[in-house]
């Protein structure tokens, strides 16, 4: 076979994975996962996990899925940031959330809610993290999200702790601002659970191990993270490439154990949920053997 045909080969089986990714990222996919951590003789709470929405005006497709998520009808919606994606973006999350912000809530924020998206070289992901964050681009007006979010009565976890009581379920959360970008304050949300609660959630946008790490001793049964968005571009067969944090590629998304070889009644460990996320940067709206997600998390009552 001659080079050309070769090299047009090559070109073609690229042009196509590229078409393929572009039609993935829009795949999006409703995951169902049962988390044992309530105690004995609770009702099950289904908690609607949302992460990395990354929402332009122009994504129709995505804002109808969204949307139609309430018809799952959550006791809780857990959004662990990254809704932005454009300066005009907030009415139209508001808008798009608006069923589910009729359900309680809890949230974080992520960098792209902060700052403005920047286009990057998508293969940066795949290198080692050199520190540097887009926190030079413009502000995103991420305060009018905060508004909307708390008068639907949403609860902040900004570097903070709050509590719900759902059904007949107190629970208890502590949440930080994204580690990602630095912000987390682990001194103001650290010390023991509360141990009065039922249920003690610890959430942040991206899953750096100083953060599970300190939220697990402090025996929080279960830490819901986004922000890895899965890996994003995986390998068939073998999963992410990157986590785009300190957390090993193996928990880049799904529900695992942290530290990662605990087993569920190890003191000083928890569960780890990780979402792959519902968006992109859209500058890179690719996705391949990782499709676009959000998670409905069964609490069900511990097995001992
Ligand atoms: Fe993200």
């Not at 047009?8 to 690229?14: E, I, K």
């Not at 001194?187 to 249920?199: E, H, K, M, N």
């Not at 996705?287 to 409905?296: I, K, M, N, S």
Request: proline share 8%; with cysteine; charged share 20%.
């Amino acid at each position: 076979m001659s080079f050309t045909r070769i090299l047009g080969l090559g070109v073609l089986a690229g042009v196509a994975t590229l078409g393929y990714a572009a039609t993935e990222a829009r795949a999006y996919t409703l995951r169902r996962v049962e988390l044992p951590i309530l105690p004995a003789g609770q009702r099950s709470l289904r908690v609607l996990h949302l992460s990395d929405i990354h929402m332009t005006p122009d994504q129709s497709r995505k804002q109808d899925w969204v949307r139609r998520l309430a018809a799952l009808q959550p006791d809780l919606v857990i959004n662990t940031g990254d809704n932005l994606a454009h300066r005009d973006a907030v009415p139209v999350v508001l808008s798009t959330l608006e069923p589910l912000l009729e359900a309680p809530g809890v949230y974080v924020f992520g960098s792209n809610d902060y700052f403005e998206p920047a286009p990057r070289n998508p293969f940066r992901y795949l290198m080692p993290d050199d520190g540097t964050r887009a926190v030079d681009s413009p502000q995103l007006p991420w305060k009018d999200l905060q508004r909307g979010f708390e008068e639907a009565g949403w609860t902040g976890l900004t570097n903070t702790t709050g509590s719900l009581t759902i059904g007949d379920t107190a629970l208890a959360f502590a949440g930080v601002d994204d580690p990602h970008l630095s912000y987390d304050d682990l001194p103001a949300v650290s010390g023991p659970a509360p141990a009065g609660a039922d249920v003690r959630l610890a959430v942040a946008h991206a899953p750096y191990l100083r953060v599970l790490d300190q939220f697990a001793a402090d025996g929080y049964d279960a830490i819901i993270a986004g922000h890895t968005h899965g890996g994003q571009v995986c390998l068939p067969f073998k999963g992410a490439l990157t986590t785009n944090c300190d957390l090993d590629n193996a928990r880049a998304k799904g529900l695992h154990r942290h530290p990662a070889e605990s087993a569920p009644d190890d003191p000083g460990s928890a569960w780890l949920h990780v979402s792959a996320g519902v968006g992109t940067n859209p500058y890179t709206r690719i996705r391949f053997a990782c499709r676009p997600e959000a998670t409905l998390l069964t609490l069900t009552c511990r097995e001992n």
